[in-house]
């Protein structure tokens, strides 16, 4: 993600992730370390770019939700209470950042067909992370069968993170999120059989 790197405000990317607890490096951000939050920033920008490329649908459009998010995410740091719960922070923020630039997409004066650039052919992060067998069954299905609440717990689970983070960043109970993803597993295995005609093996419900 080189555009973004060279975007985001006033972060100084070390040349390696040298590891680490990611609370750790909170509390370093937080005390005013930039090489903290650059380790940061690096951990999750593919995530967090993959996640708003797939609300939006428009490259140009994660890529400024991207770097929107991450200048929220600096300024507001001090306002993470649990640092080890860093991701669900950042999520929910990215949560908020996407709904935000959707409206204001959806209530643009200019005609959206005129709005949006020529697609790049080049495959984008969230291309990447459903690439393999099913990709495309798995793609349709999102669109086809899933609500608009769900296609948002499954971008979630698809930025790999837990039903922990993922109960942090949509303010939820952990608890009813796993039941929310319980029930969305059962419901994709459920569409994906219909669509291809399977009644066994690798799409069969449990």
């Known amino acids: 993600m080189s555009v973004l790197q060279s975007q985001t405000p006033r972060v100084v990317v070390s040349p390696a992730d040298p590891g680490g607890e ?20 690096r951990r999750h920008i593919d995530r967090v770019y993959a996640f708003a490329a797939r ?3 428009d490259r140009e459009a994660a890529e400024e939700a991207t770097q929107e998010i991450f200048a929220r ?6 306002r993470c209470r649990d640092d080890a719960a860093f991701a669900g922070w950042l999520f929910a923020i ?12 959806r209530y643009a004066t200019e005609p959206l067909a005129d709005a949006i650039d020529p697609e790049d052919s080049a495959p984008t992060p969230e291309e990447h992370a459903l690439r393999g067998e099913g990709a495309d069954e798995l793609r349709a299905a999102r669109e086809r069968c899933l609500t608009a609440k769900e296609r948002e717990l ?3 689970l698809l930025a790999d993170l837990t039903d922990i983070e993922i109960a942090a960043a949509l303010g939820r109970r952990r608890g009813a999120v796993r039941t929310a993803h319980w029930r969305l ?6 569409c994906l059989g219909l669509a291809t005609g399977v009644s ?5 419900t449990p």
């Open 185 to 190: 597993l059962i419901k994709l295995r459920n």
């Open 22 to 41: 990611a609370a750790r490096l909170v509390a370093r951000a937080k005390g005013g370390d930039p090489a903290a939050f650059a380790l940061l920033y």
């Open 73 to 78: 995410a600096l300024a507001g740091l001090p």
């Open 94 to 105: 990215a949560r908020h950042v996407v709904h935000e630039q959707y409206r204001a997409r």
């Open 200 to 204: 066994g093996g690798r799409h069969a």
């Open 55 to 57: 609300r939006l649908s």
């Open 154 to 156: 499954f971008d979630l």
